[in-house]
């Protein structure tokens, strides 16, 4: 599962099947990965890297935390326009994860047969 919050952009997968308790929540970008640690309060995982895989930074969580979590960010909606939520400078955004994801958003409107 691909997640985009205002926290970060996540790749969520059961890496190993025997491991039903556990997902592994991927990154490309550490600092993702340490805010979404922070808001569940579970700085104390560790987070790996890897060189040469897709997601260079990843850490294993319980399934419930992640489902936690996820619940937590759509109960937590406050804002009409998730763009203009990441993009706010003055509200700590980041103009440069807001191009990034409002790449995503277009090329994702060929889905329905659009182009903008």
Known sequence: M???TVDGFFSIVQK???ARGNLCVR???KKDLERMLAVIGRSDIPITSGVGTDYEFRAFLPREEVAGYLADVGFGIEYANFKAK???V???GDP???EVYHDC???LTRLA???R
């Open 90 to 92: 003055r509200k700590g």
């Open 105 to 107: 958003w277009r090329s």
């Open 86 to 88: 990441v993009g706010s």
């Open 16 to 18: 190993d099947p025997t």
């Open 2 to 4: 691909w997640v985009a």
């Open 27 to 29: 990154a490309r970008v």
């Open 113 to 115: 047969g659009g182009a």
């Open 96 to 98: 440069v994860r807001l």
